[in-house]
């Protein structure tokens, strides 16, 4: 299993940016696909998440209404649109996923690096 995340880069603050997420190597019906980052200094931490397949979308709290997580299917690729960023939303975003029916995200993506200036 691969996924290839990508998408980041320097960004002025109240600017956008779309990361991408390719996923290969297994089909993943029954698979949430989540969106992670870590800051400098700080602990790894959740942003948003998608079933693969059916409807639920869910975000932190602190980037809800800003950020949208969506996929298409057919290319296989998960998508998060971030909108009006800010210099707190600097970090590695990572890309992962995890069955249905278990908590642990078991696959993971090498990280793409966002910076976010005042």
């Known amino acids: 299993v691969q996924l290839q995340a990508f998408g980041g880069g320097l960004v002025q603050a109240g600017g956008s940016l779309r990361l991408s997420c390719a996923a290969s190597?297994?089909?993943?019906?029954?698979?949430?696909m989540g969106w992670f980052r870590q800051a400098p200094g700080k602990e790894r931490e959740f942003v948003a998440s998608?079933?693969?397949?059916?409807?639920?979308?869910y975000y932190t709290p602190s980037v809800k209404g800003r950020f949208t997580i969506s996929r298409d299917n057919v290319k296989s690729t998960v998508y998060l649109q971030m909108n009006s960023l800010k210099p707190e939303d600097t970090a590695i975003y990572y890309c992962?996923?995890?069955?249905?029916?278990?908590?642990?995200?078991?696959?993971w993506g090498q990280g793409t690096e966002v910076t976010v200036s005042s």
């Open positions: 992962a996923a995890r069955e249905l029916r278990r908590s642990e995200y078991v696959y």
């Open positions: 190597g297994r089909t993943f019906d029954n698979y949430f």
């Open positions: 998608i079933r693969w397949s059916g409807s639920g979308t």
